[in-house]
């Protein structure tokens, strides 16, 4: 599987912006998808997964109500959209990809990813 994120910018705090991740190559299958970030000088962290379904949502404490993940499997694409941005929202955004994983917190596991985009830069100035 292939990933590719865009949708990344330059934006006030407080504007809002959505993220996109085309997959491509092996896309039949049923993965998890989602979105971790990395700040400048920090660990990747994980941001919302969202199963293959669309079902069931997972979000880290720091973006929920803020942020929005979502996915269109006629399209293979997972979106991410960002509301009331923060500078402390400033990273590299990655989509990642798993076939497994075993319950909902799981998601937000980065072990659990298989495949992973390029990433897409966000920077919120203040």
């Known amino acids: 599987v292939q990933l590719q994120a865009s949708g990344g910018g330059l934006v006030q705090a407080g504007a809002s912006l959505r993220l996109s991740c085309a997959a491509s190559g092996r896309t039949g299958s049923r993965y998890v998808l989602g979105w971790f970030r990395q700040a400048p000088g920090k660990e990747r962290e994980f941001v919302a997964a969202v199963t293959w379904s669309g079902a069931t949502t997972y979000y880290a404490d720091s973006v929920k109500g803020r942020f929005t993940i979502s996915r269109d499997n006629a399209k293979n694409t997972v979106y991410l959209e960002m509301n009331s941005l923060k500078p402390e929202d400033t990273a590299v955004y990655y989509c990642?990809?798993?076939?497994?994983?075993?319950?909902?917190?799981?998601?937000?596991?980065?072990?659990?990813?298989?495949?992973w985009g390029q990433g897409t830069l966000v920077t919120v100035s203040s």
């Open positions: 990642g990809a798993a076939y497994y994983v075993p319950n909902t917190q799981s998601m937000g596991a980065m072990d659990y990813y298989d495949y």
